[in-house]
């Protein structure tokens, strides 16, 4: 399965942006579905994923603000994301695998990655 990610852009501090996730060659189905994300000099860090069990997680940076969905008729996955903050800002990346539950916040714990979308928060 390949991944495009898009929906992100430039927004000012408090604002909203919905980012999507298509899956192509393949579904969801059956797999872990999570967005990550990396910011300029720091390591990619966790932010929300949807289980095999379809159970939602979410850092807890962004616990509250963002809210993940998956529309599986469209193999797309969904990342609301409502009161942005500055320190938000990053290449976002949707991810997906056949994840252990130890493993969903882990990087290592995903086969297909998605080639990212630039999100700017401004102050």
């Known amino acids: 399965v390949q991944l495009q990610a898009s929906g992100g852009g430039l927004v000012q501090a408090g604002g909203s942006l919905r980012l999507s996730c298509v899956a192509s060659?393949?579904?969801?189905?059956?797999?872990?579905i999570a967005w990550f994300r990396q910011a300029p000099g720091k390591e990619r860090e966790f932010v929300s994923v949807v289980s095999m069990s379809r159970r939602t997680y979410y850092a807890d940076s962004v616990q509250g603000r963002f809210t993940m969905s998956i529309d599986r008729a469209k193999s797309t996955v969904y990342l609301q994301m409502d009161s942005l903050k500055p320190e938000d800002t990053a290449v976002y990346l949707c991810?997906?695998?056949?994840?252990?539950?130890?493993?969903?916040?882990?990087?290592?714990?995903?086969?297909?990655w998605g080639q990212g979308t630039q999100v700017t928060v401004s102050s």
């Open positions: 991810a997906t695998g056949n994840t252990i539950h130890s493993a969903l916040k882990d990087v290592q714990g995903y086969s297909q």
């Open positions: 060659g393949g579904t969801f189905r059956n797999k872990a």
